[in-house]
Structures are given as structure tokens and as C-alpha cells.
């Protein structure tokens, strides 16, 4: 039979991911019960429904509440404003470059336009001092906007990661000023141990390994991001997270040493069991380390096992892995109804169940390898097992995975786990012996930079590298259902379950390449990138355009890695046919730098205006990078007196014809296209302002004529006038922009005008990604959510 622990953990679990595809999720729990029916019981099965119900309900939950505060917040702040008051911390500070990432919640704020915060809105604020512990008070003046959550019908994972952390806000503070220290709070403990954890790094590492060090002890995700691709693609990310092996190492170690003590007591050994009464007093130790090592999802995971396993130690019972692993689980559901979204969670998940279920038959199929192939069987079986359960969680994020990892692995986790982990923790305790603590730093430090050199090695081997599509949630469903079938049914069965498995997953991957790349339509999609333009149009015949690609100079956060990259591999789109740049603006091009090296590109349409003069260097490393592929650069005089047929679709470049005008605003020289199927049109202006407007207006006005309008430079009062409205007569107008801009964006003057028509607004920064799709007679459209 099975463990009723393992069946309560996974159904609270699977509960929740309902939250997001529920027909997936529930026929693979089907599935699953299917196999499982001779080895469970009607008391489980009852149990299994309730806590599916309840972690669907929770989660629901969760995200509407957030939802609903974060829309308040929105409504309330509007473009960003400064505000100044008190707050109280809430979470553990965490480095985030020069500055750092906590928590906060409001006490007392007040900003710019007598608008207040809402007493206990929570808020994320970038500290310029790390001085600050949970349960302190603190005066701030700081910027806040609402949290940009991009909202794209294929990549909608941010919702749920700002949702656990319930940050409806953030903001980088001006200043900090501590008021009251909070003396009683053990969270507040924790993070003095923290800082000093942290600046004792800092003061001894030297500044490559510092970050590597951070991640592996505190949980800090604050690597170079050249440092941070070759971990993930080669496969070593896993080394500097936070996991089971620092509580065996750390929780495990400090209770032997406690037995050790206990056992010198001769009165207490007499009368009890000393490893019991240690194994007791380990379960709060693995709770209090997992606090300090940043009390991410994969820590709470490995305390909650850990806890397991010393609580059957301190009530004499031998430890059960799958009860333990259950529990884990299940303690991880509770506490957090969207833990199973966390990806180091699912990632630590992933990785216990492969050890538990794959690496004895790995290693005993290995050891009948010839030699040398059987060299290193245990090794070798414990990374094979534990990264193949944990592709799906990999895949999800990443483009590419390389087969090299597994002998990276192999030669970098003995080292990671033999030398790095001791060797880190080790330091924290001898800052009072300088001499012992530089030597301990140079050890550990030394160790970290190999295993750097290793993640780098393994990553320049580009032959070895497979890119693969973003799974689908039915794709996902398939491995999970097989993945059951597979650990539940009889050996002899699996090579069948396996090739029904293989059959299902090529016949709902022709479907996704299917809804990614349709035929005989024309598809127009506004994508979610913030305060910025991103436009994807996918063309009756299949091929498929990309106009812009947003950004914003000086955000962390790159669209074109966080949306349009994500988006393309979640359509299929190995190839753009045309890209486009409608004028060189940092929120147009940002995110075509870094998303077109990913895909081939047929051509580049670029309006020129941006090498006249002083450009940026990410417009110039754009260009200069299209042209070492030999992609064709193409200009405006080219393109106005050459309409494109595309499948019966056709696209008609409207302006800047027949060339720019040098002396107007690059917003002036945008492109504006008219792309047309059958009887119905769309009109993209890119940012045209006024003076645009009345040039094509002087031109053809029977050229504007659409039933969709892309509202100019995102609906400021510079664009948009009565006169060109009147020309476009459009039914839908679509307006690009992000909850945290700054320039007030859309006007009310603006939306006052296409209100006075009767034309139907739709909004990026309320309704997410917004798409519009026609067969040339009848056209729908629909918003990624429904507007909050």
C-alpha cells in the first residue's frame, strides 16, 4: 500500500497547480489513481479528493486576494510617487547587487498627491543599507509603483512569484532610518546572523567567488549573469542552491557533536537514550537553518524531511523515505499554498524523488557497463537520477539543456559537496580566529572557482547543447502521468507505458506547433512587456513577424529574456521572417537584442534614423550582430513601394515614405504598417505623435481606414488626435504600456477621445497581453486576463 503521508503531499500539491490548468491536472491525477488502484485504499482516496479540493481552494485564494490589493495599490499610487513614512520589516534582507531586497510593511506612508498606503500593504524595497532585521521599525523615503507582473497568455509564471511574496509594491529607498530595533524577534536573530554571515563573505572572499559563497550559504541569487548562464546551462545551478545535503551537513553534524556531549553525561546516558534526546532537539536546529539560509521553498522542503526523519529518531522508529518525503510535501503545502510555483521547491522535489526512485536501478545497470563505463557507477547513478526527474522543472525556464552537464556534475559535486559546503559553513565560525578564517576562505573559495570553471567549461561546448520548445502544461502532464505509471506498475508493463507515453507526447506537441504557428488566419499580438511595445503577428502562411520588443534603460529586467523570448519557444517560432524596430527607442529595442540571437531572422526593418548620429550601444550591438549573421537590413525607401503578400494576408508600410525626416522626433519617424486579411485591417503606428498623424493624413486617408488601432506612443496626449481617430474609425483600440510608468501613460485625454467614439479600449498594463485574430470576415479578441 501506499504511504498515506506521500498521497496527502502530493494531492495538496496537485490541488493547487489546478489553480492554473485544471483539465491537464486533473486527468493525469486520474491517470495516476488508475495505476495506484490495487495499492490504495477508499480512506486514502477520500483524504486524496478533500486535500485536492482544499489546495485548489487556497491557491484560488491566494492569488485573488493578491490580485485584488495589488489592483487597489494600482488605483490608489497610479504612475510612480515618492512616499515617506514608517514601515516594519517582514522578511530576511537578501543582496541584490549594491543594494538590498526586503520585504516591508506599511505602518504609517504617506506620498506625493496626499494619497496614503494603506496601513499593512506590503511593499519590496531596495535598502541602500543592510542594518535592517525583521520586526524593525524603520523610517524610509522612497519611490513606489505598483509590481510589474507581465501577463502573456503562453509565460504567466510572475503572477504566482510575486503572490507568495505578497508585494503589491516596490520602490528603491532614498533613505532609511532605523527607529526601533524589535529585541525579542528570533526572525530578527536570524538576520543579524545573516549580515554578519554576510559581510564576513564579503571582507574574506575574493569578489568572484563572494556571490557563489552567498548563494551557497545564504541563499542569495546575486551571481554575474555570465556566471548565473554557464551554472544553468551546464547544468550546475543545483550545486549553489540551498538543499537537503546543508541540513545533513549543518543540522546533522551539530546533532552527532550534541550526542557526542549528551553521552559524556553519565547520570543522563544512564536513564536515556542520548541520540534520541539529540535527534529532538535537531528538529527545531533544521527549522532555524533553514531560516537563516534564506527560507526558500527547496530549505523548508529539506527541514521538513530532515524534521522527519529526526522525530522517527527521537520517537525510536526506524525513518521511512517516502513517509519522510510525503511529509515534506505536505508540510511545504500548508505553509504556503503556492509553494508547488516555486521553483526551487518543485526543483528540490524533483531531485529527492529521482534519488528515491532511479538511482539503485541506475547504478546497478551502470555496474554491468564494460569497463572503464562502469568507473564511478554511484556518481554517476545519483546525477543521471536526479537531473532526468528534474528536466521538466529545467526545460520550463530554460531554452537549452547539453548532456555535458551530467559529467560536469560528476566532476563538480564532489567538489561542491566534499570541499565548498564544509568549507563555507566551517568559516562562519572563525571570525575570531583571522589567521584560521583567511585560510578556511581560500579553501572554500578555491573550491567555488573550480567548480565555476567546470559550470564554464561545460557551457562553451555549444555542439553538445539542445535547445528545447517550452513544454505545455499537456505535455507536462504526460511526463508526470507516465512518471506514475512507470514507479506503480510491474516492470514488464513499463516499455509500454513508455511508448504510449512517447506517442502522446509527438501528437500534443504537432498540436502546440499547430496553435503557435496557425494557418489560413491572421494573428496580432500585443505582448506584455511593462512600459514598452512588443507586437507578434502570425501570418495565414505561417510565417510570422516581430515588431519591437520593449525594455527600459536601467531595469534588471530584460523583456525580451523574461517575454518574448519565452513566448517564441512556447509558439514553436525558431524563425522570425521579418523583424522589425519601429524607431530607436531603448523600450522598443531592448528586448529585440536579447531576444533575436535566439531565433533566425529573415530580415530587419529599421527606419536608419538610429545611425545618423550618436546611438545607443545596444541599438549599435543590435545592428552590428543582424549583420555578422548576414540578415538583410532593410530601410524605409525599400519597404514604401513594396506592399508584402503573405498567404493572402498583405502588409503595407505607411510611413516614414519615402524616407525619414531627418529634423522630426525619432517618435515622428516611427514605422506605421497597415497589415490587412480579406475585409478586416489593423493599423500599427508604433509612438507617431501628432506631427506623423498629419503627414499620413495629407497623404491617403483611405489607407488608415482599420477596425484595429494600435494606439500611438501608448496613449500620451502627444498622439492620438481627433482628426486621425476620425480617419481610422477603428471598433478596438489597443494601448501598450506598464503599470510603473512614470509618464502618466495613457493620458485622459487620449482615452477621452476614443471614449467620445465608441471605440473599445483595451489596456497591456490591465488586461496583460492582448491578441486580435481574424480569417478576413469575422475578427476576435481577447485580453490574457480580464481586467482588474
Known amino acids: 500500500m501506499l504511504d498515506s503521508l ?78 515617506s513614512g514608517s514601515v516594519i520589516v517582514r522578511s530576511p534582507l537578501t543582496r541584490v547587487r549594491d543594494v538590498y531586497s526586503l520585504i516591508a510593511q506599511a505602518q504609517k506612508l504617506e506620498c506625493e498627491g496626499s494619497s496614503k498606503v494603506a496601513p499593512g500593504t506590503m511593499m519590496r524595497i531596495y535598502s541602500p543599507i543592510d542594518d535592517l532585521a525583521r520586526g524593525d521599525t524603520c523610517e524610509v523615503i522612497t519611490s513606489l509603483a505598483t509590481v510589474e507582473i507581465p501577463r502573456n497568455f503562453e509565460v504567466d509564471m510572475a503572477r504566482t512569484a510575486s503572490a507568495r511574496n505578497g508585494a503589491v509594491l516596490s520602490g528603491g529607498a532614498l533613505d532609511v532610518r532605523l527607529l526601533q530595533r524589535s529585541p525579542w524577534s528570533i526572525g530578527g536573530w536570524i ?30 541569487n546575486d551571481l554575474d549573469p555570465d556566471d548565473a548562464e554557464a551554472f544553468r546551462v551546464s547544468g550546475l545551478s543545483h550545486i549553489l542552491a540551498v538543499s537537503g545535503t546543508h541540513i545533513v551537513i549543518a543540522v546533522f553534524g551539530i546533532v552527532r557533536v550534541l550526542q557526542a556531549l549528551l553521552v559524556r553525561v553519565e547520570r543522563l546516558c544512564a536513564r536515556y537514550d542520548v541520540g534520541r534526546i539529540a535527534a529532538a532537539a535537531g528538529v527545531p536546529l533544521a527549522w532555524l537553518y533553514a531560516d537563516f539560509a534564506g527560507s526558500g521553498g527547496s530549505a523548508r522542503r529539506a527541514a521538513a524531511m530532515a524534521s522527519a526523519a529526526l522525530l522517527a529518531r527521537a520517537l525510536a522508529r526506524n525513518p521511512d523515505g517516502p513517509r519522510s518525503f510525503g511529509l515534506s510535501l505536505l508540510a511545504g503545502g500548508l505553509m504556503d499554498p503556492l509553494a508547488v510555483f516555486d521553483f526551487s521547491f518543485g526543483l528540490s522535489a524533483a531531485a529527492t524523488a529521482g534519488l528515491m526512485l532511479l538511482s539503485r536501478p541506475f547504478e546497478a545497470a551502470i555496474r554491468k557497463l564494460p569497463r572503464p563505463f562502469c568507473w564511478g557507477a554511484e556518481p554517476m ?145 500585443f505582448l506584455d512587456v511593462g512600459q514598452g511595445d512588443s507586437v507578434l503577428i502570425d501570418f495565414p502562411d505561417g510565417r510570422a513577424m516581430l515588431i519591437d520588443g520593449g525594455g527600459a534603460v536601467g531595469s534588471p529586467v530584460d523583456p525580451g529574456k523574461t517575454v518574448v523570448g519565452p513566448v517564441l519557444r512556447a509558439r514553436r ?53 543582424l549583420r555578422a549573421r548576414s540578415v538583410p537590413v532593410v530601410r524605409p525607401e525599400v519597404l514604401c513601394n513594396r506592399p508584402q503578400e503573405l498567404g493572402g494576408a498583405q502588409v503595407r508600410v505607411l510611413a516614414p515614405c519615402p524616407g525619414i525626416e531627418e529634423m522630426a522626433h525619432a517618435n515622428d519617424n516611427s514605422f506605421v504598417m497597415r497589415v490587412e486579411l480579406g475585409s478586416r485591417a489593423a493599423l500599427l503606428v508604433g509612438d507617431a505623435e501628432h506631427e506623423e498623424e498629419a503627414r499620413l493624413l495629407s497623404v491617403d486617408r483611405s489607407l488608415l481606414h482599420a477596425d484595429l488601432l494600435k494606439v500611438g506612443h501608448h496613449g500620451s496626449r502627444t498622439s492620438s488626435s481627433p482628426e486621425f481617430i476620425d480617419a481610422v474609425r477603428p471598433s478596438h483600440a489597443v494601448i501598450s504600456c506598464g503599470v510603473r510608468n512614470r509618464f502618466g501613460h495613457p493620458h485622459p485625454h487620449t482615452l477621452e477621445t476614443l471614449a467620445a467614439r465608441g471605440i473599445e479600449v483595451h489596456r497591456t498594463d490591465r488586461e496583460g497581453s492582448v491578441q486580435w485574430e481574424t480569417d478576413g470576415k469575422d475578427a476576435v479578441l481577447r485580453g490574457a486576463i480580464g481586467g482588474n
Open 573 to 625: 517560432r525558431g524563425r522570425i521572417d521579418f523583424a522589425v524596430l519601429s524607431h530607436p527607442h531603448p523600450d522598443h529595442f531592448i528586448g529585440l537584442a536579447s531576444a533575436l540571437p535566439g531565433v533566425q531572422v529573415g530580415e530587419f526593418w529599421d527606419n536608419g534614423q538610429g545611425e545618423l548620429g550618436d546611438s545607443a550601444p545596444v541599438y549599435r550591438g543590435l545592428l552590428s550582430g
Open 381 to 525: 547513478a545519483t546525477t543521471l537520477s536526479a537531473t532526468l526527474l528534474c528536466t521538466p522543472w529545467i526545460v520550463l525556464l530554460s531554452p537549452s539543456i547539453s548532456p555535458v552537464g551530467v559529467v560536469a556534475n560528476i566532476v563538480a559535486v564532489p567538489i561542491g559537496e566534499a570541499i565548498s559546503l564544509p568549507a563555507c559553513l566551517g568559516h562562519l565560525l572563525l571570525s575570531v580566529w583571522p589567521s584560521a578564517e583567511r585560510g578556511v576562505a581560500w579553501l572554500a573559495s578555491s573550491s567555488l572557482l573550480a567548480v565555476r570553471t567546470i559550470a564554464h567549461t561545460g557551457a562553451a561546448v555549444g555542439w553538445a547543447v539542445i535547445t528545447i520548445p517550452r513544454p505545455t502544461a499537456w505535455e507536462l502532464s504526460i511526463v508526470a502521468g507516465v512518471g506514475g505509471w512507470l514507479a506503480l506498475r510491474r516492470p514488464r508493463d513499463r516499455l509500454l507505458i513508455l511508448a504510449l507515453g512517447a506517442v502522446a507526447y509527438v501528437i500534443v506537441e504537432a498540436f502546440a506547433v499547430r496553435a503557435g504557428q496557425p494557418r489560413g488566419k491572421l494573428r496580432v499580438t
Open 6 to 83: 506521500l498521497i496527502a503531499g502530493v494531492s495538496l500539491l496537485a490541488g493547487a497547480l489546478i489553480v492554473s490548468s485544471p483539465w491537464p491536472v486533473l486527468i493525469v491525477l486520474t491517470a495516476i489513481l488508475a495505476a495506484a488502484w490495487t495499492r490504495i485504499r477508499w480512506r486514502q482516496v477520500a483524504v486524496a479528493t478533500l486535500l485536492i479540493t482544499l489546495g485548489s481552494w487556497r491557491a484560488s485564494n491566494a492569488l485573488a486576494k493578491y490580485d485584488d490589493e495589488r489592483g487597489r495599490a494600482r488605483d490608489l499610487i497610479g504612475p510612480p510617487a515618492r512616499c
Open 191 to 220: 538576520d543579524r546572523a545573516r549580515r554578519f554571515a554576510r559581510r564576513r563573505i564579503e571582507a574574506t572572499y575574493p569578489e568572484q567567488a563572494a556571490p557563489m559563497a552567498r548563494a551557497l550559504v545564504l541563499g542569495e
